[in-house]
């Protein structure tokens, strides 16, 4: 690579240091340590500068899930950019490649999700699930039907809308303003800190009950869809109580409102399924937002599949225009790469194998359970966490301060495994590929890291 003159002195680690802007940094510990600057990548392992080698069990950003590495892939994006390296996608023009992927996504989508808007990743999707929303409910002489619900700890992307959506507590720092006017949270389906006096099922009922107050009181006539992650991911891995996706889903039924999976997370493979909100959990939502695993991270795309019946609603009357998009929807490299990522998938069975090993995972990591640190462990398949408390029967945590799941993570790190730091989780989310034996190396590489920390 040809590095200007004026940079010959600098290694990537002070370019970066000097230069970047990281998406969620934390200004004073980026000024003092930098970044770990990595340079290779294959099936689960990635490099750093220096040369030493990591397990990457945080599956880069939950979604290399076909791992890295792989010639075809890159071969894919090769042969599609001397093809047709880019087409406009407006209006009336396609590539044969972007067709292809539309086809390939409504075959392997749920019930009636035939129709797919193609979008440069996952908040570009959500949002404009977001804004379909009132389209839908407009084309239906509804416009008074506009209002979202979401939940507390749901994290839906960083666009405007999509943030003002979602709602992680450290994410609402004062400087960013945040639209309010008809955006709703309900509590979050968080089971491990539900009330202590509640099971599961009346837990359950709470929260249902909570959504149809809140209909109740704000009027079925203005809001127009419920937005939810079937396993809320970066909020905390929270699985909800048994029965509540369904629930939610019956409500969202009786007063047409629109039920969007955010599956960016969750879909392609990540619970052992295309997408898990029916294989998983049996709903059959109106859209779906996927993203990440749609590519497995090679490069970037998003997509919203919606129902037919949304599309009929819309399109009747034949003369309104969709108006949004984005120069790179339906991007012909992009695409011809996820037809080649889900090829993968299906050749090797690889969510045949997330969901044998997923399970595994599952087993082997509630073993951490017994350390004196770890207050719950949870998640499903290749989706998981470890949450530390610093009492177990309490279940209060750490102050902020002791930043123990950073210090985990370090130390495992210093061990040749990467998990996430998240609040006070440690976070999984490996690609598919991996095996029993890798399985092992984490859950004992964390359980030693856990252990120094106490
Ligand atoms: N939705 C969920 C559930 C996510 O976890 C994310 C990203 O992590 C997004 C949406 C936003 O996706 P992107 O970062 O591709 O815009």
């Known amino acids: 690579m040809n590095v200007p003159q004026i940079l010959t002195n600098a290694t990537p680690w002070t370019l970066d240091h000097d230069h970047a802007v990281h998406p ?52 894919a994006m090769a042969d599609q950019a001397m093809k047709l390296a880019y087409t406009n996608y407006f209006c009336d023009v396609t590539s044969d490649t972007t067709a292809l992927l539309a086809g390939k996504l409504a075959a392997l989508a749920p019930g009636d999700l035939n129709r797919v808007f193609f979008t440069t990743g996952g908040s570009t999707a959500v949002e404009t699930a977001i804004r379909t929303v009132a389209y839908y409910h407009h084309c239906k002489g509804n416009p008074q039907k506009t209002g979202i619900v979401a939940r507390e700890n749901s994290y839906h992307g960083s666009t ?45 009922d709470q929260l249902i009950a909570e959504f149809e107050a809140l209909i109740a009181r704000e009027g079925a006539d203005r809001i127009g869809g419920f937005i939810a992650e079937p396993i809320q991911a970066s909020g905390g891995i929270i699985v909800p109580p048994a029965g509540y996706l369904q629930r939610m889903w019956e409500v969202c039924q009786r007063h047409d409102i629109l039920f969007i999976a955010d599956e960016v997370v969750t879909s392609f493979g990540r619970l052992g399924h295309w997408f898990a909100s029916w294989d998983e959990f049996g709903v059959m939502p109106d859209m779906i937002a996927t993203a990440k695993g749609l590519t497995s991270g090679y490069v970037p795309l998003g997509a919203l599949l919606l129902s037919d019946r949304i599309w009929a609603v819309m399109a ?28 993968i998938m299906e050749r090797e069975d690889l969510l045949g194998n997330a969901a044998r090993v997923g399970a595994y995972f599952e087993t082997r990591l509630a073993e951490l359970s017994a350390l004196p640190l770890v207050g719950d462990v949870r998640g499903r398949k290749l989706m998981l966490c470890v949450e530390s408390v610093a009492d177990k029967e309490s279940k209060a945590l ?51 890291a856990i252990a120094r920390v106490t």
């Open 316 to 343: 009747e009357g034949g003369q309104r225009w969709f108006t949004t998009g984005f120069t790179y929807s339906g991007h012909p490299v992009s695409c011809a790469v996820a037809l080649k990522n889900i090829e």
């Open 160 to 204: 405007y809308l999509t943030q003002s959506v979602g709602k992680r507590n450290g994410d609402r720092v004062e400087e960013f303003r945040y639209q309010s006017e008809g955006i709703y949270h309900l509590s979050s389906p968080y089971l491990y800190r539900r009330p202590a006096h509640l099971t599961e099922a009346q837990f359950c």
């Open 398 to 448: 750490l102050p902020d301060e002791a930043n123990e799941s950073k210090r985990i993570s370090a130390t495992a790190e210093a061990m040749g495994l990467m998990v996430r730091p998240l609040g006070h989780l440690n976070v999984m989310s490996p690609a598919l590929t991996i095996t029993e034996g890798q399985v092992d190396f984490v859950v004992e590489t964390l359980g030693k």
């Open 24 to 75: 969620w940094v934390n200004f004073g510990a980026f000024e003092r340590d930098g970044s770990l600057v990595l340079t290779r990548g294959e099936g689960c392992h990635v490099w750093d500068a220096a040369g030493t080698r990591y397990f990457d069990a945080i599956g880069g950003m939950w979604c290399t899930n076909v791992g890295l590495g792989r010639a075809e892939m890159a071969q």
